[in-house]
């Protein structure tokens, strides 16, 4: 039998379903293609759907199912993913969708388990393309869901010592019947109405049944044991620009941005050496500074007019914009437009 809750959030999700490209509408009807359903999950991760919807547009108009994904250059896929961060996706993404062509006859596996064991699906989209896309009965917990669990059932053990807890509730809820629409329901509830600030609970289709509102704690939920501050790391970014042309260089396949094109860049550290491509007057042009997982990073960013010989990269004419957005900051800083 359904949990009372399951039922009131299903009646919700049918009406109040977001209209995404990778969706298909509520209901027992049509099936969302895996290929688009794995390819929106991985852009997902640690992404907004704002950011992801030219994105995802742009992959599946250049490459409309994984055998297509599978044959396309990896300069290619790494140059329409800049922007988007979080380059080790991309990597996995190639990795996964030429593992599905030889291992699975370009077809995606349908169990979680199966899917667990292809490059650059964790727990969590395993979980979400078995339940969304093959309707496999499977929990499906981000952090969306960890906000509505956690308030649903007032869990107040800080995260991420709570993930336990919150997921077995989740598993209470999870239905056997359509627990795609299941996932995607509690999902959109918690980007609609569940937020992160100010909870919308007067329409909220759980709100009588949300110990975390009647305690009146909803919005304090969850609670998260206090982080350790990131480290700072430095460094120095060369821009050198001749005409239209600038240098370049492919960072190494491992590591931070790994693959990507990108300025030529001492090492990040906390002390680093100046690393100059070439012998010029580098013109100090300020700082830019970014932030990754795990830590900030300062870049001083120094630029030339000089066409130089330089002992890495290559001159080549291209959009900064279009570099991973590091770069294009430290170009807006060198070249800051009129
Ligand atoms: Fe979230 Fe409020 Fe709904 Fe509880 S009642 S699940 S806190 S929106």
């Known amino acids: ?70 044959a396309a250059d990896d300069a290619d896929v790494m140059a329409a993913w800049a922007g988007l961060g979080y380059y080790a996706r991309a990597r996995n993404l190639l990795k996964c969708a030429r593992t599905v062509v030889a291992d699975h006859d370009g077809v995606f596996p349908r169990t979680e388990a199966a899917l667990l064991a292809l490059p650059g699906i964790g727990p969590y989209t395993a979980a979400a393309i078995a339940a969304i896309a093959f309707q496999e009965r499977a929990v499906v917990v981000d952090g969306n869901v960890e906000r509505v669990m956690t308030r649903l059932g007032a869990i107040e053990t800080p995260l991420p010592a709570a993930k336990p807890e919150i997921r077995a509730l989740a598993d209470r809820l999870t239905p056997e019947d359509r627990p795609g629409d299941h996932a995607q329901a509690v999902m959109d509830l918690g980007a609609t109405v569940c937020t992160p600030k100010s909870p919308a609970c007067v329409i909220c289709p759980l709100r009588d049944h949300c110990a975390g509102r009647k305690a009146g704690i909803a919005e304090s939920l969850p609670r998260k044991a206090p982080k350790a501050p990131k480290p700072e790391r430095r460094g120095y970014v060369y821009l050198a620009r001749n005409g239209t042309d600038y240098l370049v260089e492919t960072r190494p396949p491992k590591g931070l941005l790994g693959g990507m094109l990108a300025f030529p860049t001492s090492e990040w550290s906390e002390t680093p050496l100046p690393a100059a491509p070439f012998d010029a007057r580098w013109r100090d042009a300020g700082e830019v500074r970014h932030t990754f997982t795990h ?44």
């Open 1 to 70: 039998m359904r949990d009372d809750r399951t039922e009131a959030l299903g009646r919700w999700y049918a009406r109040h379903a977001r209209d995404l490209p990778w969706r298909v509408p509520p209901g027992d009807g049509e099936r969302p293609d895996p290929y688009r359903t794995w390819l929106s999950e991985v852009m997902l991760q640690q992404t907004t759907v704002a950011a992801v919807k030219d994105y995802f547009a742009r992959f599946t108009t250049t490459w409309p199912d994984v055998r297509a994904l599978a």
């Open 295 to 338: 830590f900030h990073l300062t870049l001083k960013v120094l630029t030339t007019a000089k066409r130089g010989n330089p002992d890495r990269g290559e001159w080549a004419r291209l959009d900064p914009e279009a570099l991973p957005t590091l770069f294009a900051k430290a170009h807006r800083a060198a070249f800051p437009s009129k």
